[in-house]
């Protein structure tokens, strides 16, 4: 069994101040995990992945996510915010080791930024 | 390329209507999956296509039919919807090694914004 909790429901941000969205997660299997924007009216765009290769993972857009094991969580943050950021995010987890398995969806963030 | 392609963008149609949305990628991803995300919710699962078969049904009711009449290409076809249906239809793809799917990344695309009246 998986899940993920995203911590925030909103979070809001001045333009060139950092970003911190924050998820936690739980698998029985090795999890990859994935950050997914959604741009109003939009489809998912993914941001960043992590499959054990390197816990520190960059994604598109200056976004980076570091997998921290021991506190379950794979917080999302980038340096300095941009308007074009505001969106919907979903911190996703897939894990089953066997099977088509589900992907399982936080419950989303929504990025207010603040001109 | 790592495009997924959906039509209509937008529907409307009533509740004795008959339609499809249509979903095409040319990643060679052999898996396939819709999704239907009503407004401030995730994306819910609704079926996995593996190799051209359903794989995974969650409990979808059957006034939604999938077809996947090629590996790029996955039909919904609607009939008889209600109200409740209404929502953004997402459809996703992925690589699929004979049935493991496990931390494949999913393209999505823009999806079908469906109003049911």
């Known amino acids: 069994a998986q899940s993920v909790t995203q911590l925030d429901s909103h979070v809001s941000v001045s333009e060139g101040t950092p970003v911190l969205l924050r998820c936690n997660y739980s698998?029985?299997?090795?999890?990859?995990l994935f950050w997914y924007v959604q741009h109003p009216n939009k489809g998912l765009q993914l941001l960043l992945k992590y499959t054990s290769a390197a816990t520190l993972v960059k994604g598109i857009n200056g976004f980076e996510a570091e997998f921290k094991k021991s506190e379950t969580s794979f917080h999302l943050t980038k340096p300095s915010a941009h308007m074009s950021d505001a969106a919907e995010y979903f911190c996703?987890?897939?894990?089953?080791?066997?099977?088509?398995?589900?992907?399982?969806f936080g419950t989303g963030t929504r990025l207010t930024i603040i001109p | 390329d790592t495009e997924v392609t959906q039509t209509p963008k937008h529907l409307v149609m009533g509740m004795t209507n008959k339609k499809s949305l249509k979903c095409e990628q040319h990643?060679?991803?052999?898996?396939m999956y819709w999704y239907k995300q009503k407004a401030k919710k995730p994306p819910e699962l609704m079926f996995v296509?593996?190799?051209?078969?359903?794989?995974i049904n969650e409990s979808v009711p059957s006034r939604f039919s999938p077809e996947c009449p090629n590996s790029s290409l996955l039909n919904l076809h609607l009939h008889a919807l209600q109200p409740e249906d209404s929502a953004l239809y997402l459809c996703?793809?992925?690589?699929?090694?004979?049935?493991?799917?496990?931390?494949?990344?999913?393209?999505f695309g823009p999806g079908t914004r469906l109003l049911v009246l």
């Open positions: 990643m060679g991803h052999r898996a």
């Open positions: 296509y593996s190799y051209e078969k359903l794989s």
């Open positions: 698998s029985s299997y090795s999890p990859s």
């Open positions: 996703v987890v897939s894990g089953s080791n066997f099977g088509n398995e589900k992907l399982t």
């Open positions: 996703a793809s992925s690589q699929d090694r004979w049935g493991r799917t496990q931390g494949k990344t999913q393209y």
